[in-house]
């Protein structure tokens, strides 16, 4: 059967915050979570979507516990500004779900330069992480990367991460989704060196039916073809967004989830079914190519650790 929510004990004295909470997983999580006692802060792009996850919130867990701050993940700017609207809204942080994304997007460059979903991605929750580190740390709290199944179709290009040279939507996703393992367990193994209480714990939600799938190619120059492709996939492979979240939960809150493990779905290609951990392939176990891919997010954004 795998893990469930049922495993979710009372969250009253846990506060959580999730990138890109007003729809899909996050959403789907946050209302998980909210019904267990937690309070919740999710991130959004757009306060109108925000106020409308509340409700949507509240309307399924009447009691809930829930705030929002606005965040663009791929503007340094602004992941400052929620990283001290977070501070200030929350006393502790226990969990910080790394879950906000895009996918095969057509080439954007942020102010900054940076691929677009590289940006959001893996550098956004890179520098987010880090301004939120000192309040994780103090309530020995957990970094949750959302990683993907899309990770076994990536490569780490260290000589063009920031995709200058050439540039294709489906290999930059998974691209920066192989970056969000492979971050995940390099975070962990650099947090346990200097006896950090923070752990990291990366999962993924299987092939689950949200938004994911056509914000990106629905923009302007995006794939026609995949627009296609995830109409007829989403309606007849995808499991929904509310088990999709059950692996974010997990790595969130669950008291046996193990530092520097992986959990989502493991049945069906890891696309659905039961969850636990979950398939993880060779190339994000490469520490050589992990530590690299960590030098280089520093030289783009700034140090993960200032102390």
Same mark, same amino acid.
């Given at each position: 059967?795998?893990?469930?929510?049922?495993?979710? %004990?009372?969250?009253? +004295? @846990?506060?959580?915050?999730?990138?890109?909470?007003?729809?899909?997983?996050?959403?789907?999580?946050?209302?998980?979570?909210?019904? !267990?006692?937690?309070?919740?802060?999710?991130?959004?792009?757009?306060?109108?979507? &925000?106020? /409308?996850?509340?409700?949507?919130?509240? *309307?399924?867990?009447?009691?809930?516990?829930? *705030?929002?701050?606005?965040? *663009?993940? $791929?503007?340094?700017?602004?992941?400052? $500004?929620?990283?001290a609207?977070?501070?200030?809204?929350?006393?502790?942080?226990?969990?910080?779900?790394n879950?906000?994304?895009?996918?095969?997007t057509p080439?954007?460059?942020t102010?900054?330069? =940076?691929e677009?979903?590289?940006?959001?991605?893996?550098?956004?929750?890179?520098?987010?992480?880090?301004?939120l580190? %000192?309040?994780?740390?103090?309530?020995?709290?957990?970094?949750? %990367?959302?990683?993907?199944?899309?990770h076994?179709?990536g490569a780490?290009?260290?000589?063009?991460?920031? /995709?200058? @040279?050439?540039?294709?939507?489906?290999? &930059?996703?998974?691209?920066?989704?192989? /970056?969000?393992?492979?971050?995940?367990?390099?975070?962990?193994?650099?947090?346990?060196?200097? +006896?950090s209480?923070?752990?990291s714990?990366?999962?993924?939600?299987?092939? $689950?039916?949200?938004?994911?799938?056509?914000?990106?190619?629905?923009?302007?120059?995006?794939?026609?073809?995949f627009?296609?492709?995830?109409?007829?996939?989403?309606?007849?492979?995808?499991? $929904?967004?509310?088990?999709g979240?059950?692996?974010?939960?997990?790595?969130?809150?669950?008291?046996?989830?193990?530092?520097?493990?992986?959990?989502? %779905?493991?049945?069906?290609?890891?696309?659905?079914?039961?969850?636990?951990?979950? =398939?993880?392939? @060779?190339?994000? !176990?490469?520490?050589?190519?992990?530590? @690299?891919l960590?030098?280089?997010?520093?030289?783009?954004?700034?140090? =993960?650790?200032? *102390?």
């Open positions: 059967m795998g893990w469930t929510p049922d495993r979710v %004990p009372r969250l009253a +004295d @846990k506060t959580i915050a999730i990138t890109g909470g007003n729809s899909g997983l996050g959403l789907e999580a946050a209302k998980i979570l909210t019904a !267990r006692g937690a309070r919740v802060v999710i991130t959004s792009r757009s306060p109108d979507k &925000a106020r /409308a996850a509340l409700q949507t919130i509240k *309307d399924a867990v009447p009691e809930a516990d829930i *705030d929002f701050v606005l965040l *663009d993940l $791929s503007e340094a700017d602004s992941v400052a $500004s929620a990283a609207a977070i501070r200030e809204k929350c006393p502790r942080l226990d969990a910080l779900i879950n906000a994304g895009v996918m095969q080439e954007i460059r102010s900054e330069g =940076f677009l979903q590289l940006a959001t991605n893996h550098l956004g929750h890179f520098r987010l992480n880090s301004l580190l %000192p309040l994780l740390e103090a309530s020995g709290g957990r970094i949750v %990367p959302v990683s993907s199944i899309a076994k179709f780490i290009a260290l000589d063009d991460l920031n /995709a200058e @040279k050439s540039y294709d939507p489906t290999v &930059a996703y998974s691209q920066s989704k192989l /970056a969000n393992l492979m971050y995940s367990f390099e975070l962990q193994r650099r947090l346990s060196a200097r +006896d209480q923070v752990t714990i990366a999962c993924h939600p299987g092939y $689950s039916a949200t938004n994911l799938q056509s914000a990106g190619v629905g923009l302007e120059g995006g794939s026609t073809f627009r296609w492709v995830y109409k007829v996939t989403n309606a007849v492979m995808a499991q $929904s967004a509310t088990k979240a059950y692996p974010l939960v997990l790595a969130a809150v669950d008291a046996a989830a193990k530092p520097g493990a992986y959990y989502g %779905p493991t049945g069906m290609g890891q696309t659905r079914g039961a969850v636990g951990e979950s =398939f993880v392939d @060779k190339r994000a !176990r490469d520490e050589a190519v992990a530590a @690299k960590w030098e280089k997010t520093e030289a783009m954004v700034g140090p =993960f650790f200032t *102390d």
